[in-house]
């Protein structure tokens, strides 16, 4: 059931450009798709261990900047540079983590907040290496042959697979841990932190592990923010509102599970585009109360809410 | 050689002394009981132990090698398990998961972890609530699961912080032959425990503390004719 579900989702993800050629729908799929692969990597610490970032933007910011950097100062390939994003987010989410997780609680919520807003005004103001507030532009990308044709990146179809696969590996790569020791140990730390370390779990490290291995993706999603959007500033890849964002898309999705992302992605994309069109600075209320309805209703998210279904009925 | 040995052991928070120069020892093999007045410091000393808390002062050694500073999972490691006095099982979780979660520690594939799990399961007659979630278990049986989550770490000695708080008479005949069998197992045993006629009747030696200092340590039928021991409990006149 899972598998043949899994099967057609893929097949119609591989299909969709063929479907339509309008670039606004392709943009909105490249969308959904970017944001699954955010919800899923937030989900990777936020759902499995319990651990509330609400500053992810960091990681997303890194990635883009280093792609950017990399590419427009050193010549470094900027698919390269993607990776070295990804790298970079992890790199330095480490010490972030050896610090913050010692902290109990909401306090660690509050400390990545802080982080965030710290990294965000350091880039702003750190004019020689991000041009500050002007933001970074990359004019032209490099040629890339793929199968013997050259890959034309001024369409939309090629960041659409690359889309693709980003968000599908992140789902998998969220599959593997719910089977894994770690994903076991994830959820130890988040159902209770002193019984967690009794059974001989080093929680501060088992955490470290989770949150590079989630900062890593969210780095290669920002290296792809920057190929796609070709522009950063740090109000862009660093704002508190992606941070949030991310937040939202694994919790209206579903907590800990390996669909809900795409499934939170695919909702709240709606909605906003849908709203946005028609009430434009005010569709944020409607984003709000259908936030609002999800956690008092859904707690377990949509994802979640359609397994229990399936549960009890079968 | 002791298989514990604590050496001026000291906690204070604050302005207040919970565990003052405490001095013990334990032998391998032997079943202590820990008792005392509520605010002894006696859960203090087994966090003190278990690397929960830093003490302010003191040595503790597991076989010559001193475990103050590890973290507690670095402890557990050493073959040291503990249980909580208000129990803390991983609530969204079966039973069987609890204590797969703990035998991981030395099974790295997770259907090994599991076989393991079952047998422990079985050893605390758990068997049949193995697919039941944490939190739908009675106390007891949260008791057992914390019980057997412990033993899912294969330790050479077990903290039990009041096994038996809240059972009612047979539960705590059932756990005091637990105890003993695993005591059979070659597990050395420490417990703290309110219910006195269970903690005679299954320690070996009791150490009675009382605002955090030691006064009496000794055979159960001593211990309780002691006469600092008469007078922490029920008060001077009595003594």
Redesign the interface.
Known sequence: MTRLLAAAGLLLLASAPLLTGNPFFQHLMIMVLFWTLLGASWNLLGGFAGQVSFGHAVFLGIGAYVTMLSYLSLGVSPFLGMLAGGIVGAMFAVPIGLICFRLRGPYFSLATLAVAEIVRLVALNWEQLTAGPMGLLITHLPPVSFAGATIDWESKVPFYYLAVILAVSAMALTFAVS?S?LG??L??VR??I???????????RTRVVALALSAFVVGLAGGFYALYFRYVDPDAVFAISLSVEMVFIAVVGGLATTAGPIVGAVVLVSIGEIFRDRFQAGHLIFYGLFMMLVIRYLPEGIWGGLQRLFRDRG | MALLEVRGLSKVFGGLRAVSDLSFALHPGEVLGLIGPNGAGKTTVFNLITGFLAPTAGQISLEGQSLVGLKPHAVVKKGIARTFQVVKPFRHLTALENVTLAAFLHERSRPRAQARAQQILARVQLSARSAAGAADLTLSEQKRLEIARALATDPRLLFLDEPMGGLNPTEIERACELVREIRQDGVTVILVEHHMRAIMRISDRIIVLHHGEKIADGAPQDVVQDRNVIRAYLGERAA
């Open positions: 089977r020791r076991a140990y959820t130890a159902e209770d002193d019984s967690a370390e009794a059974v001989g779990i080093d929680t501060v």
